[in-house]
């Protein structure tokens, strides 16, 4: 009942950029943050940069800082990353996540909860 919906990976070169997009769609009756995880293979998931809804504070991994920015979109269901300055080592599948309080299957009820997107591969290489 709740889809996050990733768009915006591909290949690119070292120093180039990308930027991602996420949608929330369903029944949803607030988010509380939204962001951006990642997983490179071999290599467990780590956050990357989140959003809150209410303030729009933010949150980078050490490992992005200066590099990537975290924004959301008007209607506060849409998170973007504008990612500069790419690494190899940026290479991986990320996800968009969402906390807040969804109504998960129809007829439910609404439950404070985590939801992922499917994810969108990311490929810095020359």
């Known amino acids: 009942q709740v889809q996050l919906v990733e768009s915006g990976g591909g290949l690119v070169q070292p120093g180039g950029s990308l930027r991602l997009s996420c949608v929330a769609s369903?029944?949803?009756?607030?988010?509380?943050?939204m962001g951006w995880y990642r997983q490179a293979p071999g290599k467990q998931r780590e956050l990357v940069a989140a959003?809150?809804?209410?303030?729009?504070?933010?949150n980078y991994a050490d490992s992005v800082k200066g590099r990537f920015t975290i924004s959301r979109g008007n209607a506060k269901n849409t998170v973007y990353l504008q990612m500069n300055s790419l690494k190899p080592e940026d290479t991986a599948v990320y996800y968009c996540?969402?906390?807040?309080?969804?109504?998960?299957?129809?007829?439910?009820?609404?439950?404070?909860?985590?939801?992922w997107g499917q994810g969108t591969l990311v490929t810095v290489s020359s």
């Open positions: 996540n969402a906390e807040g309080s969804f109504r998960l299957v129809v007829g439910g009820p609404i439950r404070y909860r985590e939801v």
């Open positions: 369903g029944s949803i009756f607030s988010i509380t943050s």
């Open positions: 959003i809150t809804s209410s303030s729009g504070s933010t």
